[in-house]
Structure formats: structure tokens, C-alpha cells
């Protein structure tokens, strides 16, 4: 991954890196590999701001998400930041004022990662090493799931005397096929394999490390940022409304969706080209 | 297949045949076979007509379809009768104007599939051949799925540059264990194999070859058209329910749903025989 | 499983056994062994006392459930009982009156069963030789399903002329991967298998035997039982609360319960426990 | 009304008369003055055909509904003519099976007078004279309900032994401001006049007779004839959108919507005119 | 109403008295009138038996509720008494479990007041004299309110410090038609009068003191009593329902609903008697 | 209101005053007299930011919004400002990407008016001379409702060729208890006077003119900032959640929600002034 592009648009950023290894694909590690790119504040609210951006950015058209480093995707929140903020452990508030902080401060962070499942363009994350905790709850607001073969899964949060609050206990179940094994890993906060994950089809694809998955994932991304973003971009779209609703009300908001999105050009551009095999060129959106 | 008996209600139709391979099972054929049965607006009124038609029609418990021919289940829409009828491609009209039409039209394109899934009598798909876009949002209308192992399956419109919007993208996900392949298939719009199918569950049985596809389906069907109507039908609904449905409302739905069911002779009649050890005749439903 | 100690407050129910093999693990045995543990009314009415009394137990964190015997986890309804109380078969009632019989007398019956499922403490389900029909529905309201390798099971409702109706219509779908495979066991009712079950997620683990099955569901318990009930409990609320919500309404319902959670002692324990290396003993809850 | 302008496009009706009093305005009659224009299967049959042409009838903006004659807007079900059909009295089916053929009658007749509401155009409905019964249901489907002094309403259906199945009960309540009336009127059956009618909110005008109730209600269509479609019936489908959603929900969709419908002419042509204070004159829709 | 006959049935409660005063009419009062009918947790306990017992009495078909004596429906809360039994103040429990146990405690008692919107019989609610807090949320828990005009209302709990929470803020928003008056009084706690109640459509009906309220609720229920119980008892499940469930799901459960209650002897008795112009005498339901 | 007292913190608004009138109160006012308040996008970013930061100051209990000056609450969109931005009127955008354009422009405009909804604190919206377009929007985002005599309302999006997409369709029908008069009203976009409004709930007081209408509203929130913020905060929370969820999930959010919140020390403090009978003082939340 030396020989990327470093995107201008996203210098600003202090725990994250953004770079383009093809046209149109976006590459975004957290970076703090020292820390086993264990999450601050201050790095999930970037976290936030960067997919935010990126769902924005007419020049990008799919992301890969990864750790920067070969220890970890993430271990999860960081602890002793966590600690030393006041919020969950040690204020001596009135305990209706401490549950109005806490509801807060989960909400915010709930909002930071799931950035990433609101984002427009679609995300392949690449799990790797250690990936725990918060990791599970980001690689959920994924649209593809990639794996290196040495990840280390845990739904840990039972292990901190809590339930995970920032999504996996939501989104998890609806991922997978397994509701038994979904709460034997959320229960037991029991470590999961590579193999495992691909079994139950947490994960789609499972490489023999790090930097096979990322390429993987990267040349995955660049196919998707060749085809109409109109059409990529509706998909996820529609896909993510379907979850939530029942079938009835996804068929009625895919009419009202497509009522706009098919006259534009792509849908036309795309059309033409397949009878005359030839490989289109689509405006940016 | 050569000696079923035709269905002489159903010989109106001039894009399908269904005939009757055994007593109260009937055999849905799209016939369009020099065209790989791709789907014309007439093809696709007749479809839902169908369906409507077996849902009411005693003599049927049971449903079987699949493609005429050996090459396809369907190559899905029929672009070049799309192109020509001017809703979707070509008008000159108003944005607003045109909205309206498409909307109304994939309206009505999603209501004669979607009758299939309406049917009351479970239905069991066959795919075989060449089954891509449309093949896959009527796949997702069957209650049971089968493949032939020479199956081409893929969800194609993306690379027409435009959302699926018959079903697929609505459904699909609540068909199979793995939202992570559900994305990749959607998105990337790829074949995949009779065998990638079978092992994230979107069919449940992988043939050798069509013929023998059809005929463990025609055996299927022929085993449920022997049970009794009130309780397979009940079942289809119940389970159909509970898909767009929380548990609790569910089972609320199941109460009244039973009441009056279970007061039909087919109640006591199969649990007579049952400890009888006879074999039941249910009347028509 | 013969050294387990029996459990005082558990003595006056007639047809089930619990007793505590290990600290803060139940184990529940459905005692009816001669008939198969086939259910009637009395049967479950007390199944449903017994995991209310369960759930405000504050010296059970965790529950195996079990068939008495070697034969069966529960062949399910029995037949003859519900013959001869008149609800479902033989009254002479006016068609809306017995109507509104039925629907109570299913109500009451989900309501029993359904128990298992609101009990706030996990419950392991172990299934074992003959598990039928009503199996499938107590099953389906455990959290975590284990089976011996003999396991017959079958969703046999149709078979007896009637749609499922004590919740496997409404839950099977939810946890386990192929919808294909889902309609075909329920409107088939044909048996299948340890293996089979396992391949389609619905049990997360198969063992040679019973016993092996049990001891597998003990330990499973135990290691439940050591770590934090708030956070074990509040994991598996959150879990069952998603089942059935969109995402952001979990999310919301998340911080609410999380802002009193974390307030607990548990949490902070925990994370001292985890930085220090030392075990935590958590207060009953 | 003497000199409307009948509709050529509408003759075949039997039971029905369409006429435009103004350009892009339709006068639905339902036309058996003699029996009280109630109701047989064939007239609401041709009641659903009607609604689903003016939906879509591009010379057809806004809909007035009356009755015909001056003794009612309709006496609801004509019970006679419904004896005789043996569907809902007197025939020997099986109960389930009997079930079903009720079931299918309602949904039937549901989909018939729900075809009103899913007009596209907005509907004015006119009540006078005798209006009970079946008159609510169909009340209940109108956007905007205006009445005659004399006219006597009642949901009449529990004096005939059976809970109104139409839409009055899942739609009333959603219309007034008072579930105690609501339930009082449905539960009584007993009679409310006009002026309890506009007190509720169930009508919003109240004229002295049914010719200046007519006269009012095509008034007020002829000015919504006038306004820009688009707009118009966007608001209709927002509208009937939202009461059935969430408010996050009808947000969402309302982005949606609006994406495509803003781009049409109407909008840039009603916004020049409201600065150049001219009159738009605005495309057919 | 001295004249009314005790119902043998109702005799083990003590603190509500359950009479008849016509055949198939009870009324229940709650008895507590020197503590202003207050409410303790023995009271609601047996308020929620009461009405569970009323549901499945065939021998009553109406239910009239009220407070004993002339200076109250009900002050709400038993301060005295909720503070003496430690889980709402004083205790010294952790903060997590603490939150278990008030959750349970909330519950138990919105199951019990709940019981009454449960109640498969409609209940007339008469409201007199002190009228405030917990009054509220089982008034909202009736189908028809009926008051005198001495009554006081109050939402009063902002005042002790806590948002409602046995159902007042959850139901009465859907019950009246002005949000901006319901949170006026929800967030102030101020009194507001009958002439208020009335003109927001709270309650139906003003009378000039309690017994005329009482009387008048009493004819009201003999004039339903009358009627068919399928009929009526139909009519309220379906309204309730209607509340929670969008019309096409309304439309759809009412199908299934219907599908037995027709069948009933009910039906076709009512609709010859309104033929025959004869008064029916309806079956025990 | 010359003697208010500005709020320091809110001075960096351009278009927005936020004073002090009483002690945790703030008066919100929209600071634009010389265009009739109207809307411009720096403005409608500056309001939800606003209320955004009111939301997390605990030194705010309740707020009052009116427009500033005599002539207008606001005439609603700055139509000019609107045409120069490009983005709803005159782009030569392709039409998926103009529709892409459009739903992000919604979204950002909905969230920042619905910001005032989202505010954990009481909001009291004084409508006063011209209140017509997004001014309605507004006022549905706020609890409580009040108006000067002369305030002139419309729901005048339809003049201008599309349909109401900041909020008003999907909240209005919610607020006020006539469905026919809202569609009135949201069809014709005719004026409704003060009068109007109070009839149909829209508003709960109507005041002689503005100053009378604001000095209501401020002894109003000045009532609420006395309360317990707990109780107030929580009342608010628990109605609009009502709103958009069934009885059943809102009594569960509210065991949920009052879990932490009765722990407070509002609870006891409120409780133990009540019953001694003095002046209770709550700390900051």
C-alpha cells in the first residue's frame, strides 16, 4: 500500500489517515497503531467527521477501512482515556444527572461510528489482528466484511461489566444466520476466529493476512467506484431501508427512490453501453 | 416432465403454461425460451394473472415454476421491448410528470411478481440456467428454492446502472444468513454459483441438472398438496407474517388466525388419523 | 449429572425438576419421562411459573433446560390430554364462541411457553433424542441452543392439521439463515437432523450424547454465571429488544438502559478487574 | 348541477355517474337513488374501478362524491342482495374453509372503497340524508368531508350483529380528536347529526342542504383544480404517508419524494408567478 | 344505586366492590373513600384481578367504573404506603440493581391498571370529585368517559418530582386531538375542570354530579349489554388494535378477525331481527 | 420584555436574540423584523445550533420562541435568498445528482428546525402577524402553542408549486384532532385566523396581541423552570416518544427511562415537599 495517493482534502485529521490507492476508492486506516489503534474521544469523533466527509466527496465512489499497523484493527475503546474523562466512572453526580450525561455521551458516540452506515458510498472493512470490542461495533456499520486470517474477534463489552452500547447489539443479529451463535459470542465475550466468522457469514472473505485483505478489499472498491454511482450508491441505499422496514414499505420507497434516480444519465449511459459492449464513463455524484 | 396434464383454466395465457404433473400440483412455465424467457410488460401482467388465478383455484395445493427450456430460468427483463415503450427510457416529459409514470409503472411491475408471494399455496421455484436480475426478485417471491447445479445466478442491475426494484433488494437480505454476501452480490452485480447459493441458504437443494430439479420439486410439492390445505396455507401465512412482523404481534396474529381454523374438520381429521395411523383426505380449500 | 444439588424453592411443582448443578446455574429438566415429556396444560402452566420465578431469582444468573429421561426432549403437545379438555376439539360451542375459547387457550399457552424467552436471566437449551412440535417452540424462546447428536426434530404441526401456533412461526425465522429452509422443515414437517440443525445455525453446538450435551450447557451456564448479571442480563434485554426494533430505536433504547446500567457497581469492578488482573465477585441481582 | 358536463371516459358504469361540473373537476354519484343507494358487490366493484380510472385521468385534478337523489349519500350494505350471495350467511362450507371465502369477501371490499383513498387526486366527499354504515367507511377514505344539516350518520354495523369491517374502525379514530366518541358511536350504533359531525372534527363544514353542500364542494375542488398538481397531490401522499409513519419516517420520505417532484416545472412556474403576482397555468399531471 | 345486586362472584376483594346493577352490567367502585381511594400496591394488585376476572365472565358484557363515596374517583398514589415499601425511596441498593427492581415494580403496576384496557368487555369510566394522577391513567385505560362537573383533574406527577409512567403520557395523546393541551397539562400538573375535559374530548358526556354521571354511565352499559357481545367485544379489539397499527394492517387483521365472528350465531340472529323488526336475545360470550 | 437579560453565551448569533426574561428561562427570538423573519439558510443553520446548545444548558429549563418585531413570527422562506443558492431552482445538474442534491438540502434544512423538537428542555411558540410556510413547521416542532389575536397562518407551500417538506405534513395531523380540516387547509393553503386555530387544538391560548401573547408564554415557562427538571425533562421525552411508538413499547420505555430517573434526588425532594408542604428548589440537570 506504499505507492498510494494521499488525498489532500483529509490532512486535517490527527488519529486518522485517508488515501486514494486508485481513482474514486478511498482508503481509511485509524491511527494509532501504538495503542492497538484503541479509540479516544478525540478519535471517534473524527471518525465521525471523516465519513461524513467522505459521504460528501463527489471524488470518491467506494472506502476500505482498516488499522494502520499489523497488531490490530482496534482494541476497542481506550480505556484509561475512558477513565480519566469522568463521564462513565468516578463523577459524583446525582444519578438522574449522571444518566442524562451518560445517555449523551453514548449518543454521541453512537452517532460518531454509525457515520459510517450513513455514509453514501459503500464500505468494505478489513478486520485484522486484534479486533475486539469496539471493533465489532464498527465492522457492523460496514456494508462488506473482509478478514485477514490471524483476526482476533471478541464481542468483549461483557467483560467490562456491561452490554455493548454502540451498535453491535443492535445491528449484529441482523447481519448474520445464527441468532444462538450470536448471543453465545455476545454473552461469553468469547474470542472468535477468522474461520468462524466466515462460517456464520459475519465475514464474506477471509485472506492470509493483513495486506492480502486489504488488497482484496481495495480491488473490490475499485470495482465498485467503475459502475454507475447512481446505481451503486441506490443499492446501498435500499438495502440499508430494507432492514428497517417491512417488505411492503421497502417496495413503495424503492418506487419513489428510482422515480428520480433512473432518469438520470447513468441509468441510460449504462443501458446503451451493455447492448454495444462498451465500458462507460459516469459523471460524478 | 412430457406425460403432466395440462390445466385447461389456464390455457389463456400466451407467455406461460401451466399444466398438472400430479393431482392438485400445478406447473408454472415462463415461455419465452428463444428469448431466455426474458420478461416483456405482457409477459409480466400474465405472471401476476397467474398467480391470482392458482391462489383461488381449489384444485391446486402446491406450485412448481420454473423456465421453459433448457437455457434459462430467465435473463430477466426483456431490455429491448423496455426501451421501445418509452416510460423508462426516451420520454421527453416533465421531471415531475415522469416521476409519476415510473413510479406507477415499477408499481405495477412489483405487483404482478409480488403475486406470486400473495399466493396462498406455498409455491417452489426451480432455477436452472441462466438466472440473473428479474430471476432473482421472483426467486425471492417463491417460498422454497431449488437450483440446477448449472445455475448462473446474479443480481444484474447495477450493471444496468440503476437500483433493483421488483424485490430483490427488499428481500433477499431477509432470505439468507449473511448481510456481508448479500452487499457483495448487490453490488458488484457477479455471478454466482448454484453452490454459493446453497451455502448462504438461498436455495435449499442443488439439482445435477434442470430436469432432475424439477422433479424433486414436482415431489416436493406433490408432498405438500397431500397434507391438509388448512394446515400448509395457515402455515405460508403465519410464516409470511412473521417476516414483516414483531413476535409479540405475531403471535397475537397466530391466536386469531387459529380460531378459526383449527374449528375445520382438517384439524380433527388428521389428528384422528394420526393416532389412527390412516392416511387423512382433506377437502378442498 | 447426579450430584447436582436440588433446589429448595423449586419443590412444589409436580412435572419439572430444578436443580442447581453448579452456584447461580438452574438446571430445569421437563420430567414426564414415561410420556416422552409430552406437554399438557398442568405441564406448561408450570413451565411458565417456574422461569418467572427464575427471572426475579437473584441467586440464578444462568439456566440449562433439559428433557428428563433419555428419550425425548419433548415430544410435544399430548394428544390424548388436549382431547379430552374440549377446547380444541369436540365442543359443541357457537362458531364465535369457541372462537374466542381458542384464541385464550392459545394466548395462555404462549404465554407459558413465551416465560422462558422474558425470563432476564440466558437460558441454554439443551434438545435430545425425540423433540417435536412443541420442542421447536420452547427452542426457539431459548437463547443459546445446544443438541445431542440423536436429536429428531421436526416442526410437526402440519401434520396434525394445523398451522404452528405456541411461536415457531414467528421465531424459527428470525434465528436461523435460509428462509428457503425454513419453509421447507415447517410445511414439510418432515424430521431432521443434529447435523442439519447445526449447518443452518439454528443449534450452535452438537455433542455425542445427552449427558455430553448437558455437561457441555452446564459449563457453558457456569461461565456465564461468573461474569457481571448486569451486564449478562442487560446484553441479553438488548439482544431480544433488537429482534425486534430498527436499529435506531435500539440505539435509543440502548443509552436509556446503559444510563442506569453503568452506574452499577459491576461496571466499575470490572474495568478495575480487567486493568488489575484480578477476578471480580459481583453482588446478586 | 343540472349543467355539468358528463364524462365521456365514464359512461360504462351502471351504477355510477361521473360528470365535471368544472374543467378538472369529476362529480362521482353513486346512483341507486331507489334502494338509498346502497350497496351491492357490483356497485362497489365499479366504486374501485372508478376511483382507480380518476387516479389515473390526467384531466381529472380534484373529485367531489355524493350520493344521488336527495334521501341519502348511501344506507350502506344492501342486505339483501348481500343474503343471497351465500358468502357471508347461510352457506354449509367448512368452517376454514369458509373463513377463507369471508376473508376474501372483506379484503375484496376493502381494496374496493380503500380505492378512493388511494386516488391520487384529492376527494371531497359530500354526506346527506341517510349515510350510515357503509356511508363511514367510505366517508373515512375521503381527504376532506363536508355535509348537509340533515344528514344522519351512524356506524351502524353492531346492530347487525358484527364489527364494521370496511375501514371505519381503523380509520375513524385517526380522523377526529375524541376516542371516548369514537368509541361510544361505534359501540351505540346510535345516530349523530351534523352538527356533532363538525364539533368532532369528522366533517369541517356544514351547509343547509345537500345542493349547498354540493355547490361548497365544488367550490373547493375547482380551487385545488386550479393549484399546481404536483404540489397537490404530493401533499395528499405526504399526508396519508405520515399517519401511518413515524414522523422520522415521513421526514425521510418527504426527502425522497420532493427530490424528483421540485425538479418538475410546477415549481419554478408557481414561484415566478407568486413573485410576478401572475396566475400559473400549470401541466397536466 | 342502593338497589344494585352484589355479584357472588366478586366478593374476596377488598378494596373494590363489584355490583350488578341491570343483568349483564357490573360495577366495580374502588373503596377506599376515606384515603380519597387511594391507591396501594394490595389495591392495584386487586384492580388488575378484577378486570382480568370481568374479561372472561360471560355473565357480564359492560363495565362501569367509579370511586366509592363523593369526594373522590381516586387522589392516585398512597404516598404513605409507596414510601413505606422501599423500592421507590430509601433504599440502600446498588444503582443497577436498584433500577431492576423499580423497572419490575413499574411494570407490575402497568399490568395491573392495563387489565382494564384488556378487558375484552367495554368499560364506562365515571370520574368525580378528586380526580388526579393515577385517576388519569386508568381513565385512559376506559373506552368511554362520562364525569360530573365537581370533578378535578390533574396530571399530577410532574409535582412529585417523575414523569408519569402508568400510562398516561403513552395514552392520552392518542385519545384527545390537541398535542399542545395535552402537554400543557402533562407539564405544568395544573387542574383543569369538566367543562375542559369535555371540550378537549377527554370525556364524552359532563352530568351534574356523580350519581347522575353513575346513572347515566349504567344506561349507557345496558343499552351495549343489549346488543350482540360478538358484535360489541369485536368492535373494542378491533378499535384498540386499530390505535397501534397502521389502517393496512388494521384492514388485514379485521379479515382474520371477522373471518370467525361472522360465522357466529350473532350475525345472522341480528340481521333477521332487523328484518323482522324483533328485539334479538344474543348467547353468553 | 425591555428588561430582559441577555444570555452571554448566545451572543455569537447573527439572526437570533436569546434573552433571559426569568431564571432558566430563555426567550428565543427570530431576528430578521425587516424581511418578515423570513428564512435564509444562515438562518435555519443558526436556529438548530441554537437549539442545540439550549439542549445541553443546564442553566435553561424553558424556552420561549417568537419572532422579533410586530409584523411577523415569519413569512417563512427568503424565496430571493432561496433562488440565488442554485440548489432547488435553476442548476443544470443531471437530474439524479440535482436529486441527490435536493434530498441533502431537505435533510440539513429538516434537522436544523427539528432541533427545537429535539431539545431536552420545555419549548413555547408565540405565533404572532404573518406565521405562514415554514412558520407552521416551526411551531409543530414546539410542546406548547400560543398566539396573538392577529396572527394570520397558512400552510402556504402548495402556492408555491410543491408540497410542505420541513415538517408540517408529518406532524401536523398528530398535533390537532381534525384530519379533514388539516387536509383543508394543507390542500388549499388558504389563511386560518387565531380563532381557527384555538378551535381545532392547533394552539391552546390566544392572546389580545403580541406582547400579551409573550408575557403568557413567559409566566408559563417560568411555571415549568420551577418544577423538577427531571420530571419535566422526562414528561417531554416520554410524550414524543408516545408519538411514534405503540401503548405497549412506550410503557416499556418509560419503566426503562424512570429506572434512573426516580433515583434522582428531584423524586424524593418533590415528594417530601409535597407532603410538607414546602417550596422545593432542584439542582441543575
Known amino acids: 500500500m506504499s505507492s498510494t495517493t494521499a488525498l489532500p482534502a483529509y490532512t486535517s485529521y490527527k488519529n486518522i489517515i485517508v488515501s486514494s490507492p486508485n481513482p474514486f476508492v478511498a482508503h481509511v486506516e485509524i491511527n494509532r497503531p501504538k495503542k492497538l489503534n484503541a ?8 471518525f465521525g467527521r471523516v465519513f461524513k466527509q467522505l459521504s460528501g466527496d463527489e471524488d470518491v465512489r467506494a472506502v476500505v477501512v482498516s488499522g494502520a499497523g499489523d497488531r490490530a484493527f482496534t482494541a476497542g475503546l481506550d480505556v484509561q482515556s475512558a477513565s480519566s474523562d469522568g463521564i462513565l466512572i ?3 453526580a446525582d444519578i438522574a444527572k449522571k444518566a442524562k450525561l451518560v445517555r449523551n455521551h453514548i449518543e454521541e458516540f453512537q452517532d460518531s461510528i454509525g457515520a459510517m452506515e450513513k455514509c453514501e458510498k459503500p464500505v468494505i472493512c478489513v478486520l485484522h489482528g486484534v479486533s475486539i470490542g469496539l471493533a465489532i461495533d464498527i465492522a457492523c456499520c460496514a456494508d462488506i466484511r ?3 486470517s490471524n483476526t482476533r474477534f471478541a464481542v468483549k463489552e461483557v467483560d467490562i461489566g456491561m452490554a455493548a452500547d454502540i451498535g453491535t447489539l ?3 443479529p441482523k ?6 451463535w450470536v448471543k453465545d ?25 493483513k495486506q492480502a485483505a486489504v488488497q482484496a478489499a481495495v480491488a473490490l472498491a475499485t470495482t465498485l467506484a467503475d459502475k454507475s454511482p447512481v446505481a451503486v450508491q441506490g443499492t446501498k441505499e435500499l438495502l440499508n431501508h430494507g432492514r428497517d422496514h417491512t417488505v411492503a414499505e421497502s417496495l413503495r420507497y424503492t418506487q419513489v427512490w428510482n422515480a428520480a434516480a433512473v432518469q438520470g444519465k447513468d441509468f441510460s449511459l449504462a443501458l446503451m453501453s451493455g447492448l454495444k459492449k462498451t465500458k462507460p464513463r459516469f459523471e460524478k455524484l
Chains 1, 2, 3, 4, 5, 6 share one sequence.
Do not use: K, M, P
Open 175 to 180: 447481519l448474520v444466520g445464527s441468532t444462538s
Open 185 to 209: 459470542v455476545c454473552l461469553t465475550a468469547r474470542d472468535f476466529s477468522a474461520q468462524e466468522a466466515l462460517s456464520v457469514g459475519f465475514v464474506s472473505q477471509v485472506h492470509e493476512d
Open 146 to 148: 473482509i478478514c485477514a
Open 170 to 172: 443492535a445491528r449484529l
Open 39 to 46: 479509540f479516544t474521544q478525540e478519535l471517534w469523533l473524527e
Open 90 to 92: 468516578g463523577s459524583q
